[in-house]
Every structure is written in C-alpha cells, then in structure tokens.
T-cell receptor, first 114, second 113 residues
Framework: SQKIEQNSEALNIQEGKTATLTCNYT??????LQWYRQDPGRGPVFLLL?????KEKRKERLKVTFDTTLKQSLFHITASQPADSATYLC?????????????FGKGTHLIIQP | DGGITQSPKYLFRKEGQNVTLSCEQN?????MYWYRQDPGQGLRLIYY???????QKGDIAEGYSVSREKKESFPLTVTSAQKNPTAFYLC????????????FGSGTRLTVV
C-alpha cells in the first residue's frame, strides 16, 4: 500500500539556522508533491508544489527538492524564525493527475528556538 | 476575498444522531474534498467531488455521506453508522487540473457527547 513517512518527532532548531524536513514515500509514482504548513486548530496552508520532472523549487526562504529515484523530498527553511514554528505536512497526489485528492504524511512539528 | 467557509467551528453530537457539516467556497473551483484529522495522524480522505452532481469515496467513506448539488457547496453528513466520529474535519477545494495547491477551510471540530 502507499505510504508516506515524515520525521515523527519534533524538530528543534536555533533561530537563524536552516531547518530541513524529510518526506519519504513508498509504492507511489506521484505526478507532484506538495508541502503545507498547519498551525494548531487551523486548516493547512499551501506552501510549495514540485512536479516529478523538477529537481528543486524555491519561494523566498523556502526550498523543496524532489528525488524520484530515492522517493524522497527535502523541505528547507533558511534563516529560520520563531514564527516558522508549526507542523509541516508533505502530500502526494493519489493518482498521476492528482484530481482525486492528496495523501498526507503525519507531519513534522518544527520548533524554532529564539 | 475568495476562500472556503466551514461551519460550525465546533459541533457536539449525541450518540445515534446524524449531523451535517457545511462547506462553501467562492473560488470557482471544480473539485472539493473532505478530510478527517485525528491527533498525531495524517489527514485522511473521506469523499471528493470533481464536478457538480458527482462524487467519489475516499479512503474512509464508511459512515459518511455527501452531496454536490451546487458548485459552491459540498456538505458532509456524519451518520450514526460512523462509530468513532470525534475528529477535526477539513474541507478543501482545488481547480480540477489538480496540480495546484489545495485551499483548506478552517475546520470543524466534532465531538460525541
């Protein structure tokens, strides 16, 4: 069956450093992969999408890589700030086109220490 | 501003009752989705609809029902057949192309009392 794994434990990072979150998947051939941010009691907020034929995507302080051979995505936040503290979710398209929904990992709780 | 509105924010259900969660979007998106989130768990897909008057079961559809009579609205009914309904319910929408980020509502927290 399809499976997505994210760091299950909280990740503590010092302010100003780069936070790196990992998403590994098995039994998938996703057309694209997405990252979301979720704050407690709120709905997820879309951050970045990367397609299977893309290696890297950037947006401001965020960078995502996608290695379809390793079946892994890395999500980086550079110059991290306490306001970046949240749970970050990795999501994959359920089918090639993705219109039939996303499958989500359990998320990684990121804590940026001042 | 365009977005998704879920109501109510909190909902309490007695054993054996059906309850309906509302989801409305003004983004002109064709596709809408319902997810369930339990503590420490990933979001799990309940139902989705890619077009008006059509919907499909997701991974955990048992005990739930939906309708899609209008493009803007995708209500979810949690029936008495759902044995463990206490959870955080999230509605989302997306342009039918699929390869764009989803927009989520702020969620409804359902508790069985």
């Amino acid at each position: 069956s399809q499976k997505i794994e994210q760091n299950s434990e909280a990740l503590n990072i010092q302010e100003g450093k780069t936070a790196t979150l990992t998403c590994n998947y098995t039994n998938y051939s996703p057309a694209y992969l997405q990252w979301y941010r979720q704050d407690p009691g709120r709905g997820p907020v879309f951050l970045l999408l990367i397609r299977e034929n893309e290696k890297e995507k950037r947006k401001e302080r965020l960078k995502v890589t996608f290695d379809t051979t390793l079946k892994q995505s890395l999500f980086h936040i550079t110059a991290s700030q306490p306001a970046d503290s949240a749970t970050y979710l990795c999501a994959l398209s359920r089918s090639g086109g993705g219109a039939d929904g996303l499958t989500f990992g359990k998320g990684t709780h990121l804590i940026i220490q001042p | 501003d365009g977005g998704i509105t879920q109501s109510p924010k909190y909902l309490f259900r007695k054993e054996g009752q059906n309850v309906t969660l509302s989801c409305e979007q003004n983004l002109n998106h064709d596709a809408m989705y319902w997810y369930r989130q339990d503590p420490g768990q990933g979001l799990r897909l309940i139902y989705y609809s890619q077009i008006v008057n059509d919907f499909q079961k997701g991974d955990i559809a048992e005990g739930y029902s939906v309708s899609r009579e209008k493009k803007e609205s995708f209500p979810l009914t949690v029936t008495s057949a759902q044995k463990n309904p206490t959870a955080f319910y999230l509605c989302a929408s997306n342009s039918r192309l699929g390869n764009y980020g989803y927009t989520f509502g702020s969620g409804t927290r359902l508790t069985v009392v």
